[in-house]
């Protein structure tokens, strides 16, 4: 089992730039694929980045490429998410994502394991 904690959450300003990090408890955390959603007032949760299981592969939403980036440290079982160029349409609870069932991440479905969510806000 694997409990995701999100951190690094906060208030910035456009075209700042905000890592958010993922610690993830349980193991082995290589073999789970590991993804960052994110949830907007009154809209879905909807997919921004995700790291194969093996760490070998990342794929990004539309919104996001370019300008945001997902890696990972498997000795320190954390996955990051750095975000530049950050835009109001940004602002959203960021949530990290696990799955022991399939080898990358796509969609809310995939997803096995939960963060609690770290807010990010940005200012126009």
């Known amino acids: 089992q694997v409990q995701p904690v999100e951190s690094g959450g906060g208030l910035v300003q456009a075209g700042d730039s905000l890592r958010l990090s993922c610690a993830a408890s349980?193991?082995?955390?290589?073999?789970?694929?590991m993804a960052w959603f994110r949830q907007a007032p009154g809209a879905a949760r909807e997919f921004v980045a995700a790291?194969?299981?093996?760490?070998?592969?990342?794929s990004y939403a539309d919104s996001g490429k370019g300008r945001f980036t997902i890696s990972s440290n498997n000795a320190k079982n954390t996955v990051y998410l750095q975000m530049n160029s950050l835009k109001p349409d940004d602002t959203a609870v960021y949530y990290c994502?696990?799955?022991?069932?399939?080898?990358?991440?796509?969609?809310?479905?995939?997803?096995?394991?939960w963060g609690q969510g770290t807010q990010v806000t940005v200012s126009s």
């Open positions: 994502a696990a799955s022991f069932l399939r080898s990358s991440i796509a969609t809310v479905r995939d997803v096995n394991y």
């Open positions: 349980g193991r082995p955390f290589s073999r789970y694929a």
């Open positions: 790291i194969s299981w093996g760490r070998s592969n990342t």
